[in-house]
């Protein structure tokens, strides 16, 4: 998902290798930067959220000038963090330049992200989290 839009050209950025040269599947935390969208409006700002991530190659990496546009704008959808919100180095999985895990697009109308909301939509598969995007997107409560 996330790396077809960058190399569609829908969102700027690279995916790059893990920082650890290898795959990762494993829950983690995110917190919620900006909830002022069509994706987010479910969660409050700085909400932290369990996810599960499944990748090779999700190091999100831009140049200093898109990231501080990134930042200006409150184009930063989330960020990885601790079950407390801490958003240190030690908390980003792959090494995504500022912790990021999702970012949209100037009119904040394509979200790209590395974890997997879909795999957050139930209890049963560990949280529900991820069911929030969805109803954010449709509307519903």
């Not at 999700?58 to 140049?63: A, C, E, K, L």
């Not at 209890?123 to 954010?136: A, M, V």
């Amino acid at each position: 998902g996330f790396q077809i839009l960058i190399e569609a050209g829908l969102l700027d950025g690279a995916l790059l290798r893990n920082r650890e040269l290898k795959f990762l599947g494993k829950d983690v935390f995110v917190k919620t930067i900006n909830n002022k969208n069509k994706f987010c409006n479910k969660y409050k700002k700085n909400q932290i959220l369990k996810f599960n991530i499944a990748h090779n190659e999700g190091n999100y990496f831009t140049n200093s000038d898109h990231l501080k546009r990134l930042e200006d704008n409150e184009l930063i959808a989330f960020k990885y963090c601790d079950a407390k919100g801490d958003s240190s180095e030690k908390n980003n999985p792959n090494g995504s330049i500022n912790n990021i895990a999702g970012i949209f697009n100037d009119k904040k109308n394509i979200l790209g992200m590395m974890p997997h909301p879909e795999r957050a939509c139930e209890n049963i598969l560990g949280s529900n989290d991820g069911e929030f995007i969805f109803k954010s997107i449709l509307g519903k409560i």
